[in-house]
């Protein structure tokens, strides 16, 4: 438990725990895509998207070839939303909010571009069918008009050491997909056996469940 007179409740207390930002740090954000970031974005095969909605905030992953995200002009990029999951979480959010924020990685680089603004998602054929690959369009593209724009330090790559390949963990060490998925259901099993016989008597405990085989346990942490 935290407790809760070290909890940071104002922006005030917030500020008195950290110095002044660097000169640099403030001096790096623009409101445009300038050049240098420009290249960050055209060299970039992998991008985050936070979105915000009435379910909370959603941040998911887009990737495809280097410069998938497409420089329109200076303050307008726009990514294709080729199919997934068919979840749609950040596309749901964009309708709703269409406040959005990017966050750029390059294979091999320690600093990162981050950009913010808001966004529209468009079926225009025009615009889709420009970002064909293998002969299939993606249904809609989302197009960011940019607010904000600025580089990341490298400090946080070089501290986790992103890039270092002597670090890359073998995925076999991680739980499989069906291992995931078989976890979840049997939760979803357990607390549906167990609510089931509280409903039926509150007097009467509900029976222990045996954890799953350990192929299909919970993800455990490195």
Same mark, same amino acid.
């Given at each position: ?5 070290? %909890? ?5 207390a ?13 001096? $790096?954000e ?9 290249a ?7 991008? *985050? %998207? ?16 280097? +410069? ?6 200076? $303050? ?8 997934g ?22 294979? +091999? ?7 913010k ?5 468009? *079926?225009?054929? *025009? ?12 249904? *809609? ?10 580089f ?11 890039w270092?390949v ?13 291992a995931? %998925? ?7 099993c ?7 016989? =509280? =409903?039926?008597?509150?007097k ?6 045996a954890?799953?085989p ?9």
């Amino acid at each position: 438990m935290i407790a809760s007179e070290y %909890l940071v409740t104002s922006a005030s207390a917030l500020d008195a725990l950290y110095d002044a930002p660097p000169w640099a740090a403030i001096a $790096k954000e623009t409101e445009t895509l300038i050049p240098p970031y420009q290249a960050f974005v055209e060299a970039s095969p992998y991008v *985050t %998207l936070a979105t915000t909605g009435p379910n909370g905030v959603e941040c998911s992953p887009r990737g495809d070839a280097p +410069g998938f995200v497409r420089v329109c002009d200076e $303050k307008t990029l726009i990514i294709p939303s080729r199919d997934g999951n068919n979840r749609n979480e950040s596309l749901h959010n964009i309708v709703r909010d269409p406040r959005v924020a990017l966050h750029f990685l390059i294979p +091999g680089c320690g600093e990162t571009l981050r950009v913010k603004g808001r966004a529209v998602i468009s *079926t225009d054929p *025009t615009l889709t069918g420009s970002f064909a690959a293998d002969g299939k369009s993606p249904r *809609t593209v989302i197009v960011v008009s940019i607010e904000s724009v600025y580089f990341h330090c490298a400090k946080a790559i070089r501290r986790s050491k992103l890039w270092d390949v002597t670090q890359h963990i073998a995925r076999e060490r991680l739980p499989s997909v069906n291992a995931i %998925l078989a976890s979840v259901q049997w939760r979803r099993c357990r607390d549906a056996l167990q609510g089931g016989f =509280r =409903r039926r008597s509150a007097k009467t405990q509900p029976p222990v469940v045996a954890e799953p085989p350990v192929a299909a346990q919970e993800p455990q942490s490195l």
